[in-house]
């Protein structure tokens, strides 16, 4: 990890989610507030919202803040009241494609006559992915048994697809052929306990103690097309594989913050693998900052934009058993530096059958991808999510 370029990259997310808050502000038409007073009494509802409860207005009647939780690719940006439950579910959904070595693009071609086999024989890869999706389930829920900690769950189910070209024999640019590889299955669970250290005054702040346990498996195999035109069934690369095998300490601190219908946050948090799985590695170590700033047009619906920095080490360690001709074999070829840009809505139900269900979706965008390559490069990825509290 690259200390310097991270810290560059936190202060960029800093300055634009700032800026953004700011211009939205300035934007707002002069009729506003008798636009939002449609939902109910606007003008009343923050002290109550914002001292009692962090989610949803306890008046019986009033109208339930949209913009009351982060925008829903940010994991536990909120704490809930005594006893309260929350349940959600999240479907995630990327793509990846084209290869980038440090900020350029490399070619297939360039992949397979210029960058080296760890493995030694043959000299060079041989065989490169084209393009990979992943698409994830997740299950959460959440529980406070106090004001001032709220436990949450979550567990997921993911599918993995990575298409590949196979180049023939052990040099030249000579295709031998294509082929996919799948997995699917559980993914790691999560675990965090989410502690106050401050809320009051439209400023709150929290501690987020998460830890991630191994239930998702990281030795799925899958048939791949070898250089020599064989299709040996192997492990699967370490991209493919669906949990770390090991226990990951997650910690964070999130920072939230309203005042009118602006809201605002942000988010550092931490991945450190603590110890190697029995596959002999652990996955890079990783340090993010996002921050965002919402706009609430109405009690019912928020927008937002978002900016998220993250810095990613290398794969540590080696997996013996995941030993072939391509780049994805090899741990170093992993981690890196990336600013994401999310665009998001926030809906809340506020009449009878609607009350209180949320759902929410972010869409995210690279601005500038920084890979320990080759490594395919992020496109697109969406998020889309349910949450409901009781
Ligand atoms: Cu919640």
Sequence with gaps: MNATTFRRVALTALIFGLGTSLVRADDLPADMPNMLSLGGNLHTKHTAVEVAHDTMSHSANGPLRADGHAPIGVMGDHLHKA??????????????????NGTDNISNEQIVTTVANRFGSPTYLRVVPRDMTMKMHMAGAMYAPTDWLTLMAMGG???????HTTYQGTSGTTVLGDFDVHTSGLTDTRLSGLVRLYGGGGHKLHLNLGMSLPTGSYKESAQILAPNNTKPYLRAPYAMQLGSGTFDAMPGITYSGRADDISWGAQASAYLPLGKNDGGYS?????????????QWQPWISTSLRLTGQAANQIDGIDSAIAVPNQTADPDNYGGDRLDLSIGVNLMGQSAGLRGHRLAAEVTVPMH????????SREIAFTLGYQKAF
């Design 157 to 163: 189910y993911a599918s993995k697809s990575m298409s």
């Design 283 to 295: 996955l890079g170590r990783s340090v993010q900052l996002t921050v965002w700033g919402a706009y």
């Design 83 to 100: 006893g309260e439950w929350m349940l959600s579910y999240r479907f995630m959904a990327m793509s990846m494609s084209d290869n980038l």
């Design 369 to 376: 991808q920084d890979l320990n390559g080759p490594q395919l």
